[in-house]
C-alpha cells in the first residue's frame, strides 16, 4: 500500500519562497516516477514537477527557472522548492507516483490528499 502525505503549504507573498514536501510510505523508486501536480478553483488539475526512477528531472513550463523538485530516497521524501511565487501559483499541490511522469490518468497512479499554497499579492 501506498501512502503519500503533502504538508509544508501556506500562505505567502507574491515573490517569496515556499517549500512543500511529501512523505511517502510503501513507495519503491524502481520504475516509478514522483511529480508534483496542482489544481488551482476551477480549473483542471495540472502537471508541475517530476523526478524519475532514473533521476532525471522535468519541469511545466510555467515554473521552470523558479521551482526545483527534489526528493530523499532514504527518508522516502519528495520536495517541492518555490521561488519567485506569483498569484497564478496558487493551488492545492498534490504529490503522485506514476508510472510515466506527469500521466495523470495513470489508473495505478497513487495520490496524496494535497496541500493549499496561496500567493496573495
Known amino acids: 500500500q501506498v501512502d503519500l502525505v503533502e504538508s509544508g503549504g501556506g500562505s505567502v507573498q507574491a515573490g517569496g519562497s515556499l517549500s512543500i514536501s511529501c512523505a511517502a510510505s510503501g513507495v519503491t523508486y524502481m520504475s516509478y516516477c514522483m511529480n508534483w501536480f496542482r489544481q488551482a478553483p476551477g480549473k483542471e488539475r495540472e502537471w508541475v514537477a517530476a523526478?524519475?526512477?532514473?533521476?532525471?528531472?522535468t519541469y511545466a513550463d510555467s515554473v521552470k527557472g523558479r521551482f526545483s523538485i527534489s526528493r530523499d530516497k532514504p527518508k522516502n521524501a519528495l520536495f517541492l522548492q518555490m521561488n519567485g511565487l506569483e498569484i497564478e501559483d496558487t493551488a492545492m499541490y498534490y504529490c503522485?507516483?506514476?508510472?510515466?511522469?506527469?500521466?495523470?490518468?495513470?489508473?495505478?497512479?497513487?495520490w496524496g490528499q494535497g496541500t493549499q499554497v496561496t500567493v496573495s499579492s
Open positions: 503522485a507516483r506514476t508510472q510515466i511522469c506527469g500521466w495523470i490518468e495513470d489508473p495505478q497512479g497513487f
Open positions: 523526478i524519475d526512477s532514473d533521476g532525471t528531472i
